[in-house]
């Protein structure tokens, strides 16, 4: 049984930039498609973009160019680095291969 672990969410400034961790614990994580989904208060999780296995990153329109994909296969571990944060980026973040989901991290973005 895979088990996802995200962190580094908390309150920052707008403007300002975050970096989130999705530990993969037990799998394969090497070969498998990750993403990132948020889902905002009273609002349905959605898709932000996936990485797969050999690092290609995808971004769906809203969040590209300030959001940033990555992953160390060495590590088990996906990053979510968030740059220019607004307030509607505020959200609990998810991790997922596709078949396993973390938990969630809470992102708020608020002066």
């Known amino acids: 049984q895979v088990q996802l672990v995200e962190s580094g969410g908390g309150l920052v400034q707008p403007g300002g930039s975050l970096r989130l961790s999705c530990v993969s614990l037990g799998g394969i994580f090497g070969s498998r498609v990750m993403g990132w989904y948020r889902r905002a208060p009273g609002k349905p999780r959605r898709l932000l973009g996936t990485i797969t296995s050999n690092g290609i990153a995808n971004y769906v329109d809203d969040v590209e160019g300030r959001f940033t994909i990555s992953r160390d296969n060495a590590k088990n571990t996906m990053y979510l680095e968030m740059n220019s944060l607004k307030p509607e980026d505020t959200a609990v973040y998810y991790c997922?291969?596709?078949?396993?989901w973390g938990p969630g991290t809470q992102v708020i973005v608020s002066s």
């Open positions: 997922t291969n596709g078949n396993s």
